[in-house]
């Protein structure tokens, strides 16, 4: 059986050196990281992870809790966290939650929490509070868009200020009738509001500062299933668009199927510019425009923030906060 040492020998590394590498330890360079792990893959080393977890007292394995692995978003950000977390040999347990606020504790409280060194979690339900009672020994990064008072990690989207891209996006191609597709039935941009009311106060301020705008918000959740039969029902009554902001490139989708089906040509007719930069739209027809937020960055953010919280107590480091810079990417959906 190959041990850490034949690693070593091979790789023509220290036994420390190449023990950091396979822990995923920072400050090592880029050739003995290389070396090793040419090394162990040479040799097919696997660690003995029973032994490992007696000594470090830890599993080598985090969480990562979604409210739908079926939904573009979500599957491209556990990918991208996965692969993240390998590269630092660590595996990921991924579970969904169906938005269910008693799912997203039970995971922080119950036995996931108890076989895993830490967790990612997206949360759509549960209070801060509430998470952080229930993540009280455990290493938690959050993602979430209305929870901004908390000691605890946090990644959010550029709701707000994406949102008031997508819509400027429009105007300056000469939208004037736009709908805004997928926001709450009575949406706000208040203080605790959630990735739909600010994407929603983005576009708002964008249409403030031109008066000759029209904005129409239409309630929808965050599929292309409903988000195609709303945009139906909106054509039927007769509501006028000549752009719209999907808040979700799965949103966008399914109004690109509406509108073809109701024989209105995009871009020609309606321009249409999503928010998220699922893979999806590059290939969709017509392809679509997007507000990309760079998803696997977001979530090799949410990886290494988890990591650095796991090797340091919450008392040696604050909470800390994590925004990506947006990318608005045009493609022939709005032209």
């Given at each position: ?280 739209g590059a290939i969709s027809v017509p392809s679509l425009s997007t507000v990309d937020i760079g998803i696997t ?30 990318t608005l990417i045009e493609r022939e959906s709005s032209r």
């Amino acid at each position: 059986m190959t041990t850490l040492a034949d690693v070593a020998k091979e790789a023509g590394v220290s036994v420390m050196s190449a023990s950091n590498v396979l822990r995923g330890k920072p400050n090592v360079s880029a050739s003995i990281r290389e070396r090793v792990l040419a090394a162990a893959t040479k040799l097919d080393y696997r660690a003995n992870m029973a032994a490992k977890s007696l000594r470090s007292g830890r599993s080598g394995i985090i969480a990562l809790c979604v409210p739908r692995l079926d939904m573009p978003f979500n599957a491209a950000f556990a990918a991208a966290a996965t692969s993240a977390a390998e590269e630092h040999g660590v595996r990921v347990m991924v579970q969904q939650t169906l938005s269910d606020p008693e799912r997203e504790l039970e995971i922080l409280r119950g036995a996931t929490a108890s076989l895993v060194d830490g967790t990612i979690v997206s949360a759509v339900g549960a209070s801060a509070r509430e998470i952080e009672d229930a993540a009280s020994s455990h290493a938690v990064v959050l993602y979430d868009e209305r929870i901004q008072n908390t000691q605890l990690d946090l990644i959010s989207s550029p709701n707000q200020a994406g949102g008031r891209a997508a819509v400027e996006h429009l105007i300056t191609k000469g939208c004037r009738r736009i709908a805004v597709l997928g926001t709450h039935s009575a949406p706000h941009g208040r203080a605790g509001a959630d990735g739909q009311d600010l994407r929603w106060a983005g576009a708002l301020s964008a249409a403030e500062d031109n008066p000759q705008v029209d904005l129409t918000p239409i309630p929808c959740a965050w599929d292309c299933e409903p988000a195609y039969a709303a945009m139906l029902s909106a054509l039927a009554v007769g509501t006028p668009v000549d752009g719209i902001f999907a808040m979700t490139d799965s949103v966008a989708l399914g109004a690109i199927r509406a509108l073809s089906d109701r024989d209105l040509r995009c871009p020609e007719d309606v321009r249409i510019i999503g928010f998220d930069g699922i893979r999806e739209g590059a290939i969709s027809v017509p392809s679509l425009s997007t507000v990309d937020i760079g998803i696997t960055q977001l979530a090799r953010t949410a990886v290494d923030m988890l990591l650095t919280r796991i090797e340091a107590p919450a008392s040696e480091l604050p909470g800390r906060r994590f925004t990506p810079a947006y990318t608005l990417i045009e493609r022939e959906s709005s032209r």
